[in-house]
């Protein structure tokens, strides 16, 4: 009687076990996914952001716009993770370097204004797909959670019926 009470009780800790292990899992899956949206595509818009205003604004210190905005393109360049946001960000850099020349021209900035556009699609493009990811994974998650808990459930129930059994069979012996 006693090995088969510490028996049904060991499969409860293994099931309390592996139900654990599969929610950390998912956990940790979940949490790599939000990083790597983070990571990839935020820092992207921030700059892309930045590099719109000081671009639009009238700059009143033109050397320290054109710092700020090498500085922020330089975190782009770093950063590039988007398939086809390579080539923009280098067209971008080229686009600026010849915006330096010569500030004023309305035509360059234009030019400026549709690359950096362009990354803000190739990203947010991307943040909306890594989203889905996120979004699958979380389902596939609960789903898998959801099973194994019942499961869990349904083991430790009948492990419960069976012990009162053999208790009322034992004290009728």
């Known amino acids: 009687m006693k090995i088969k009470l510490n028996l049904r009780i060991g499969l409860l800790f293994l099931m309390i076990i ?4 599969v929610s950390g899992y998912y956990n940790f899956s979940i949490k ?3 990083e790597n949206i983070l990571k990839d595509n935020y820092n992207t818009l921030e700059y892309s952001r930045n590099m719109l205003l000081l671009l639009d604004e009238n700059n009143s210190n033109k050397e320290k716009a054109i710092a700020l905005f090498e500085a ?15 080539k923009v960000t280098h067209t971008l850099q080229s686009n600026f370097d010849s915006l330096k020349k010569n500030w004023k ?4 900035r234009s030019q400026i204004r549709q690359n950096i556009f362009y990354i803000l699609k190739l990203n947010t493009i991307a943040i909306k797909k890594k989203s889905d990811i996120v979004k699958h994974t979380a389902e596939k998650a609960n789903f ?7 499961l869990s459930f349904l083991i430790a129930f009948n492990l ?14």
């Open 32 to 34: 790599n996914d939000t």
């Open 72 to 86: 922020n393109l330089t975190k782009q360049m770093g950063n590039i993770t988007e398939v086809g946001e390579n």
């Open 105 to 108: 021209d309305e035509a360059l």
């Open 160 to 173: 419960m019926l069976n012990l009162q059994n053999s208790t009322s069979n034992s004290k009728k012996s």
């Open 18 to 21: 592996s139900l654990s292990l």
């Open 144 to 150: 898998g959670i959801a099973i194994l808990g019942t």
